[in-house]
């Protein structure tokens, strides 16, 4: 089956910006997860969403925000963009609370 | 969430078996454990998860403490590919990941 598909792979963006990403989660899967990994403070949990309700937020600034639609597909926004925004952007999804989640292979978002 | 511990790198020649440990004292009783790993220039990977017996899949192996605080991962042959940083998080609910530094894996040829 396809795996978790997360648009678009690369991004460029000026500082004051904004940036929508995207995730399609597998078929079947109702849970979404957004992760921010940088080379300094690692891998960091965003929010999780299930059946288009936000469940779990992690400590991150109100400037980032997501949503989840009727069909499981995701979108993150980050408005007003910093230099800090600049990280490797991960959507993962998974069908049932504990078991394993399935990551996509990121958007690399790039502010300059 | 509780908090794990793992050495920072370890180092394993290819072909011969890996034990990855992992640390949980503060484990609750209803915490999974669960492993990742993620190759370098790729998303996170599912390795395995167990809750108190030791588990197999064909991925690795996960053998778990009798008290729950600690953990090691199994990798019964290792190679190249395995070359990896290696996530142990406890998971105790429908909530995100919490992943740590974790355990930079590498095999020699």
């Known amino acids: 089956k396809a795996g978790v598909t997360q648009t678009p792979r690369y991004l460029i963006k000026t500082r004051g910006q904004q940036v929508t990403l995207s995730c399609s989660p597998i078929?079947?899967?109702?849970?979404v997860s957004w992760y921010q990994q940088t080379p300094g403070q690692g891998l960091q949990f965003l929010f999780e969403?299930?059946?288009?309700?936000?469940?779990n937020k992690g400590n991150f600034p109100g400037r980032f925000s997501g949503r989840q639609f009727s069909n499981s597909r995701s979108e993150m926004n980050v408005s007003t963009l910093e230099l800090g925004d600049s990280a490797l952007y991960l959507c993962?999804?998974?069908?049932?609370?504990?078991?394993?989640?399935?990551f996509g292979s990121g958007t690399r978002l790039t502010v300059v | 969430d509780a908090k794990t511990t793992q050495p920072n790198s370890m180092e394993s020649n290819e072909e011969e078996p890996v034990h990855l440990p992992c640390n949980h004292s503060t484990i609750s009783g209803t915490d999974y454990i669960h492993w990742y790993r993620q190759l370098p220039s790729q998303g996170p990977e599912y390795v395995i998860h167990?809750?108190?017996s030791n588990v197999n899949n064909r991925m690795a192996s996960l053998a778990i403490a009798e008290d729950r605080k600690s953990s090691t991962l199994i990798l019964h042959r290792a190679t190249l590919r395995d070359a990896a940083v290696y996530y142990c998080i406890l998971r105790g609910g429908a909530d995100g990941l919490t992943f740590g530094k974790g355990t930079h894996l590498i095999i020699q040829p």
């Open positions: 078929s079947g899967h109702r849970s």
């Open positions: 993962a999804s998974g069908s049932t609370g504990r078991f394993g989640y399935t």
């Open positions: 969403y299930f059946s288009e309700t936000q469940r």
């Open positions: 167990g809750l108190t």
